[in-house]
C-alpha cells in the first residue's frame, strides 16, 4: 500500500505520466457513457414493446419486438437512402446504434440490432450465416433461444419471418432447411428465392487467420465440437464501446502494474 501511495504521488508530480493517466481515464468514461447511452437506446424500445404485448408468449412479443426494429429501421432507410454521411466516431466503432439510426446495413444491420434488442429483453440470440448458392454469409439472419419453447427459433427481421411448424410451434433452422418447400408457402412478402436455408454459420472462425482456429479447437476441446459449431460470437460483440472500454481497462491495469513495478525497481 505505502508504494502505490507513493506511486501515485509520483505521477501526480509528473506532468507526463500525469496525462496519460488522464488520457486512459477518459476515454474509459467516454466508452462507458456511450455505452450506457446505447444501452438506454434499446431498454427503452424493449420496455415499450414489453408495455404492449404484456402477459403474452414470448413468440407474441419477439414478433412484436421484431416488427418495431424493423418498422424504425426501414422508416429510417427510407429517408436516407443509403446516402448517410457517418461520423468519425460511428466510422471508427462501427456500433449499432449507428445502424438503427440510419436503416443500415441490410440484413446483417437488422440482424445485429434485432440482436441487440433480443438479448436487451433478457433471450439468448445468435446470428448466422446462411450458405447461398454454395457460399456462407449470402444472408443473415438469427435465431433466439425460448425457454417457453425449449427450443432455438429462427427470426429473419429483414423480411419479418418466423416459421411454424406442423406442430404449431416456431421452427428452428434445421427444421425449415429439411422442409423447405412446406415453409417457403408461409412466406406472403417479396422474397429472394436464393435464400432457401441450404445451411449456416454461426462463427466465421477462419476470419482471424491464428487466433480463430485456435479458438475453436479450444472451445470443441471444452464444450464439444457439436456446441462449437453452434457458438455464435457476434452477439456478444454488439456493444462495440463496452469492449473497446474494457480493452482499455485491461491496458490501464497493465500499465499500472508496469508502473508499479517500474517505480519499486528505481527505490
Known amino acids: 500500500m505505502n508504494i502505490l501511495l507513493r506511486y501515485i504521488?509520483?505521477?501526480y508530480n509528473n506532468p507526463r505520466l500525469l496525462v496519460v493517466h488522464v488520457l486512459f481515464i477518459g476515454c474509459i468514461l467516454f466508452?462507458?457513457?456511450?455505452?450506457?447511452?446505447?444501452s438506454a437506446l434499446f431498454r427503452n424500445i424493449v420496455r415499450t414493446v414489453r408495455n404492449q404485448i404484456q402477459g403474452q408468449h414470448d413468440t407474441v412479443y419477439?414478433?412484436?419486438?421484431?416488427v418495431t426494429i424493423n418498422t424504425m429501421m426501414q422508416d429510417r432507410n427510407s429517408i436516407f437512402k443509403g446516402s448517410e454521411q457517418l461520423s468519425y466516431k460511428a466510422r471508427f466503432f462501427k456500433s449499432v446504434d449507428a445502424d438503427l439510426m440510419y436503416g443500415a446495413g441490410a440484413c446483417g444491420g437488422f440482424s445485429k440490432v434485432f440482436s441487440r434488442a433480443i438479448k436487451t429483453a433478457g433471450f439468448t440470440t445468435r446470428i448466422g450465416q446462411m450458405k447461398v448458392n454454395g457460399n456462407y454469409g449470402g444472408h443473415i439472419l438469427l435465431e433466439a433461444y425460448l425457454p417457453s419453447l425449449q427450443k432455438w427459433v429462427v427470426m429473419d427481421p429483414?423480411?419479418?419471418?418466423?416459421f411454424t411448424n406442423p406442430q404449431g410451434?416456431?421452427?428452428?433452422?434445421?427444421?425449415?432447411?429439411?422442409?423447405?418447400?412446406?415453409?417457403?408457402?408461409q412466406i406472403t412478402v417479396p422474397y429472394n428465392d436464393q435464400y432457401d436455408y441450404e445451411g449456416i454459420r454461426y462463427t466465421?472462425?477462419?476470419?482471424l487467420p491464428v487466433a480463430g482456429p485456435l479458438a475453436y479447437q479450444a472451445l470443441?476441446?471444452?464444450?464439444g465440437k457439436a456446441n462449437a459449431d453452434?457458438?455464435?460470437?457476434?452477439?456478444?460483440?454488439?456493444?462495440?464501446?463496452?469492449?473497446?472500454?474494457?480493452i482499455l481497462i485491461a491496458l490501464y491495469i497493465v500499465n499500472v502494474l508496469l508502473g508499479i513495478v517500474w517505480f519499486a525497481k528505481q527505490k
Open 31 to 38: 466508452l462507458h457513457l456511450e455505452s450506457d447511452h446505447e
Open 220 to 223: 470443441a476441446w471444452v464444450k
Open 158 to 162: 429483414l423480411y419479418l419471418l418466423a
Open 230 to 246: 453452434q457458438f455464435s460470437a457476434r452477439p456478444y460483440l454488439l456493444d462495440h464501446y463496452r469492449l473497446y472500454k474494457w
Open 62 to 66: 419477439l414478433r412484436q419486438l421484431m
Open 9 to 11: 504521488t509520483r505521477v
Open 204 to 207: 466465421n472462425w477462419s476470419k
Open 169 to 185: 410451434k416456431w421452427a428452428n433452422f434445421n427444421e425449415v432447411a429439411a422442409n423447405w418447400p412446406y415453409y417457403r408457402a
